[in-house]
């Protein structure tokens, strides 16, 4: 079972980048690396998924050294608009979900 | 896609009444899960179904929780009787596969049980 270690919170000003660090230091070899965002009042939502290297997409990108026992997602300008609450994950595809933990994850506020 | 649809939004009662929280998952998703989210423990998964069959109910935390998925388009989750720590957010969610498939989440159903 693969743990997730993430900061409970993180400070921010709109335009600047973003970058929140996920420490996973048992994941397995055919773990994947999720990233989701949640806003109050609403289920959470996916953003991004890797599993070595780096993805990218439209609304960020997944930094993922060669030992894989950490991630970063990067969030590039953020606006207000990005707070939230965002988790990281760890787990198989095919794997038992109760596996797959959500934990607090970390609260992001960006300011003006 | 309508995504994945929650009823009924709010959901106020009293202690000791039956609750039934409703989910639609997002067509031609086979995998369906019940959370729960609350500020002290976060978000906890219930249960989940693969095909309409339950396949970890571990996460239901006693005899008062019960679900079902009579079809692929449908699943309930039965609180009774309730009680005030029951009181929470439910989330229920869909994807194509288990394990560490994208997730779409509904709007969640926010209970008060007073």
């Known amino acids: 079972l693969a743990k997730t270690t993430q900061p409970i919170s993180m400070d921010s000003y709109e335009g600047q980048e973003v970058n929140i660090t996920c420490s996973h230091n048992?994941?397995?070899?055919?773990?994947?690396i999720t990233w989701y965002q949640q806003f109050p009042s609403q289920g959470p939502r996916f953003i991004i998924q890797?599993?070595?290297t780096k993805v990218t997409n439209e609304v960020a990108s997944l930094f993922i050294p060669a030992d894989r026992k950490s991630s970063t997602l990067s969030l590039p300008r953020v606006s207000l608009s990005d707070t939230a609450v965002y988790y990281c994950?760890?787990?198989?595809?095919?794997?038992?979900?109760?596996?797959?933990?959500f934990g607090k994850g970390t609260k992001l506020s960006v300011k003006p | 896609d309508a995504g994945v649809i929650q009823s009924p939004r709010h959901e106020v009662t009293e202690m000791g009444q039956e609750v039934t929280l409703r989910c639609k998952p997002i067509?031609?998703?086979?995998?369906l899960f019940w959370y729960r989210q609350t500020m002290m423990r976060g978000l906890e998964l219930l249960i989940y179904?693969?095909?309409?069959?339950?396949?970890?109910d571990s996460g239901m935390p006693e005899d008062r929780f019960s679900a079902k998925m009579p079809n692929a388009s449908f699943s309930t989750l039965k609180i009774q009787p309730s009680e005030p720590r029951d009181s929470a957010v439910y989330f229920c969610?869909?994807?194509?596969?288990?394990?560490?498939?994208?997730?779409?989440f509904g709007s969640g159903t926010q209970l008060s049980v007073l």
């Open positions: 969610a869909s994807s194509r596969g288990q394990g560490n498939e994208k997730l779409f």
């Open positions: 048992n994941i397995a070899t055919n773990d994947y």
């Open positions: 890797g599993y070595k």
């Open positions: 994950l760890v787990g198989d595809k095919g794997g038992s979900q109760g596996n797959l933990i």
């Open positions: 067509s031609g998703h086979n995998s």
């Open positions: 179904f693969n095909n309409n069959v339950p396949i970890d």
